[in-house]
Nanobody
Framework: VQLQASGGGLVQPGGSLRLSCAASGRTLTNHAMGWFRQAPGKEREFVSAFRRRDGAKYYGDSVKGRFTISSDSAKNTVYLQMNSLKPEDTAIYYC?????????????????????WGQGTLVTVSS
């Protein structure tokens, strides 16, 4: 499966952006599609995921209440609406698809649970 992430850019603190991740090459009926981010000098961090099997949504602690993940199954696309952005949200955002359609909740936030990755889109939050 190929993933194409888009929607990154420069935004002021308190602003909003919506990222998109379009999957092609395979229908992802039950897999999870997730977002991770990596800031300069830091490890990759789990942001959010949507598990198609049951519609469950997951968020990292640092983005809860500010980010919302959604999915358009017809377009095989997942979106990440990011509101109330902070400078510490600055990072490259990567989308990914889980290796297994049977991914369990305890594995959702683990990088190694994902087997296909997009190229990343840069989000810069700065005044």
């Amino acid at each position: 499966v190929q993933l194409q992430a888009s929607g990154g850019g420069l935004v002021q603190p308190g602003g909003s952006l919506r990222l998109s991740c379009a999957a092609s090459g395979r229908t992802l009926t039950n897999h999870a599609m997730g977002w991770f981010r990596q800031a300069p000098g830091k490890e990759r961090e789990f942001v959010s995921a949507f598990r198609r099997r049951d519609g469950a949504k997951y968020y990292g602690d640092s983005v809860k209440g500010r980010f919302t993940i959604s999915s358009d199954s017809a377009k095989n696309t997942v979106y990440l609406q990011m509101n109330s952005l902070k400078p510490e949200d600055t990072a490259i955002y990567y989308c990914a698809v889980s290796k297994s359609p049977g991914i369990i909740t305890s594995s959702i936030g683990i990088e190694d649970s994902y087997g296909s990755w997009g190229q990343g889109t840069l989000v810069t939050v700065s005044s």
